[in-house]
């Protein structure tokens, strides 16, 4: 009779294959989001500096938006004066701006994410303040350039709050819904921050640093909840079906930019000028850009309430020790 052990000796137990980590899995998403958050406010940075504290920067901004002839204003000589004030003065509402805040609590309440939408309020609210903040502290040298005041308006309050708006229903929305509210998403905040250079309430600076305000503190939100434990895989999706729904993605992007460039512009070129309609242009190509990334960023990452681990049953050990043979 042969004496051995039941239990296989020097051999691997088998089971299922475990497949490789995937390269963008070794780092976790709260420092991927945090790594872009720190790039955003660093291109903040620079837009404050070379726009308002240096002499290119300040008569760039003279070129992209003029000065009025008479009055000393920046409002453009334009029958688009009208409907920016009006867009201005209905998203400045407060009224809608908290029935709009309201709808995202009610999102994360129905979607069981309740703390994203708690956040995603905190973004819109800081986004304001900040905004606030920066225009009173920030001073805007006199450079002697003739299209320049000392005025200082950077960044933009309103498209500050108009992204991070948009933001905030990224965070308790699921990842098919941000993909496909991202684009019409952009368009609005472009057109705030068209209004506002056309009403000549800001500058094309002032535009990009409030898309980039609202941007950095979104990323900086994100970083902190992806941190936490949640029930969802931030990973998901297969390969091959990510890759697909990519480029249909990209291709619906690339059918609103020409028809945006073939329809729009067109009729913005016959009613303003060449610099506050490079200005517009620049403005909603950055703003589409940057809302892309963050899509992308975040794009399949479901921002759930942390639930208390719990560790699955594990099968007691027999208490009768196999005996050998």
């Keep these: 009779m042969s004496t051995g052990s039941l239990y296989s000796v020097g051999r691997p137990t088998p089971g299922p294959t475990r497949p490789l980590p995937h390269a963008r899995a070794a780092v976790p998403l709260g420092l991927r989001l945090l790594a872009a958050a720190l790039c955003g406010l660093l291109a903040l940075t620079l837009t404050a500096a070379v726009f308002v504290r240096t002499y290119p920067g300040q008569w760039l901004d003279g070129v992209l938006l003029p000065p009025a002839e008479s009055g000393g204003g920046y409002e453009q000589r334009t029958a688009l004066v009208g409907p920016a004030k009006t ?17 995202v609590l009610l999102v994360g309440v129905l979607r069981r994410r309740l703390v994203a939408g708690v956040v995603g309020v905190g973004i819109v609210v800081c986004a304001v303040l900040v905004a606030g903040a920066v225009k009173t502290q920030l001073l ?16 933009s309050g309103h498209v500050a709050a108009a992204t991070a708006l948009l933001l905030a229903f990224l965070l308790v929305l699921p990842g098919w819904a941000r993909r496909w509210l991202a684009v019409p998403g952009a368009a609005g905040v472009s057109v705030i921050a068209a209004a506002t250079m056309i009403a000549g309430w800001h500058r094309f600076s002032d535009v990009l640093g409030g898309v980039l305000l609202g941007v ?15 029930d969802h895989d931030a990973a998901g999706g297969s390969a091959g079906g990510g890759l697909w729904r990519g480029l249909a993605e990209v291709a619906v992007g690339l059918v609103v930019l020409v028809w945006a460039l073939v329809v729009v512009v067109p009729g913005l070129a016959a009613s303003v000028q060449r610099g506050p309609l490079v200005a517009i242009v620049a403005a909603a190509v950055s703003t589409m850009f940057l809302v892309g990334a963050v899509v992308f960023l975040v794009r399949s990452t479901d921002f759930a309430v942390p639930r208390a681990a719990r560790s699955p049953a594990q099968p007691k050990p027999s208490t009768e020790a196999r005996k050998i043979s």
Excluded: K
Excluded at 87 to 103: K, S, Y
């Design 216 to 230: 950095t503190l979104f990323l900086l939100a994100a970083a902190a909840l992806a941190a936490r434990p949640t």
């Design 87 to 103: 867009a201005l003065a209905t998203f400045g509402n407060p009224t809608l701006i908290a029935a709009l805040l309201g709808v």
């Design 140 to 155: 805007r040298p006199d450079l002697q350039i003739e299209s320049s005041t000392t005025h200082n308006s950077f960044p």
